[in-house]
C-alpha cells in the first residue's frame, strides 16, 4: 500500500473486484492464507494472524466459541478486521518482520496507544471491505431513509444492523444517534456532527425511560421494536428549551435477551 493510499480506499478497491456480499473466504483463498475455525474459549480471542517464518505463510485464526464463524455476520467482520491486518502495508510488514506480535482483540476502546490505533486501523478496513461506499450509498438512494432499509442492507451486505447502522453514521448519510445498551444502562452512544443533540437524556447511565428502548428494558415490551416508532426530544436527549422537548424523531429498536440497539434520526 503506498503511503498516500488509506486503509479505506485500498479495502474498497478490493470490494469493487468482487459481488456483494464480500466473498471473504474467496478472498482468503486466493491470497493463500490458511483459516482455521476452532473454539479457542470465550475468555480468549475473536480473531488472531498469524505469520509463519518457516513456511512463509499468514495464517488467521476465528474462534468459533465466540460465534465468529465465517458465515456469521460476527465472524465475518472478524475475518475483515484479520484481513485487514494482512493487507494493510506497515501492518502485514511489521508481522512478518516480528515488529508486530500477534495479538488478541483486547485493545482499550478508548485508548491512545499505538495496538489501539493498529486495531481501529483494521476495523476500518473491515466495514469499508464488506459494506464499500460506493455502492452502499447507491442502495442507500433507493429508497426514503428508515430502519426496514438499513436491516434489509444488512442483509443484503450479510453484515450486522449495527455494523450498517455505524457505516452510515461515519459517512454522516442522514443526522442520527446509535445507542447501545445491557440491562437498562447505556454501553455506548455515537452520533454524527450534525445531529442535534450530544447526549442522552440521562447521559451515559440510564436508558431513558420513555424511549423504545426503555420501554423494552422497564416494561418488558417490545412491540414496538423493529419499527420506525415516532419519539419526542424531550423524552430521549438532554435538551434546553421546550422547543426542543417537542421535536420527533424515529427510533428503530432491536432487541435480544437483556440487551438492545437503537437508531435515532429526525423526523421530516
Known amino acids: 500500500m503506498n503511503n498516500g493510499m488509506g486503509a479505506n480506499w485500498l479495502a474498497e478497491q478490493i470490494a469493487l473486484q468482487y459481488s456483494i456480499p464480500i466473498p471473504l473466504v474467496e478472498i482468503v483463498s486466493e491470497e493463500e492464507i490458511k483459516l482455521t475455525c476452532d473454539d479457542y474459549g470465550k475468555d480468549?480471542?475473536?480473531?488472531?494472524?498469524?505469520?509463519?517464518?518457516?513456511?512463509?505463510?499468514?495464517?488467521?485464526?476465528?474462534n468459533t466459541a465466540n460465534g465468529n464463524r465465517p458465515d456469521s455476520t460476527k465472524g465475518r467482520f472478524t475475518l475483515a478486521h484479520e484481513l485487514g491486518h494482512y493487507f494493510i502495508d506497515h501492518h502485514r510488514i511489521a508481522l512478518i518482520n516480528g515488529v508486530m506480535?500477534?495479538?488478541?482483540?483486547?485493545?482499550?476502546?478508548?485508548?491512545?496507544?499505538?495496538?489501539?490505533i493498529i486495531e481501529?486501523?483494521?476495523?476500518?478496513?473491515?466495514?469499508?471491505?464488506?459494506?464499500?461506499?460506493?455502492?452502499?450509498k447507491q442502495d442507500l438512494r433507493q429508497e426514503k431513509f428508515n430502519g426496514t432499509v438499513i436491516l434489509n442492507l444488512s442483509k443484503k451486505y450479510n453484515v450486522s444492523f449495527s455494523a450498517m447502522s455505524i457505516r452510515c453514521l461515519k459517512y454522516d448519510?442522514?443526522?442520527?444517534?446509535l445507542v447501545y445498551a445491557v440491562d437498562g444502562m447505556v454501553k455506548w452512544q455515537l452520533h454524527n456532527k450534525d445531529f442535534p443533540f450530544w447526549q442522552l437524556k440521562h447521559g451515559k447511565a440510564l436508558v431513558?425511560?420513555?424511549?423504545?428502548?426503555?420501554?423494552?428494558?422497564?416494561?418488558?415490551d417490545d412491540s414496538d421494536?423493529?419499527?420506525?416508532?415516532?419519539?419526542?426530544?424531550?423524552?430521549?436527549?438532554?435538551?434546553?428549551?421546550?422547543?426542543?422537548?417537542?421535536?420527533k424523531f424515529y427510533e428503530y429498536c432491536i432487541p435480544y435477551k437483556n440487551k438492545a440497539f437503537s437508531m435515532f434520526w429526525q423526523k421530516d
Open 44 to 62: 480468549t480471542f475473536d480473531g488472531l494472524t498469524v505469520y509463519e517464518r518457516e513456511n512463509d505463510c499468514f495464517y488467521i485464526h476465528l
Open 101 to 116: 506480535q500477534p495479538h488478541c482483540h483486547t485493545y482499550n476502546p478508548f485508548g491512545s496507544n499505538e495496538a489501539w
Open 120 to 136: 481501529r486501523e483494521a476495523d476500518d478496513f473491515a466495514a469499508s471491505l464488506l459494506m464499500p461506499w460506493l455502492l452502499l
Open 173 to 177: 448519510y442522514i443526522p442520527m444517534m
Open 208 to 220: 431513558p425511560e420513555n424511549s423504545v428502548m426503555g420501554e423494552y428494558f422497564n416494561h418488558d
Open 225 to 247: 421494536c423493529w419499527n420506525d416508532e415516532i419519539v419526542f426530544a424531550g423524552d430521549c436527549f438532554y435538551t434546553f428549551s421546550q422547543e426542543q422537548n417537542n421535536l
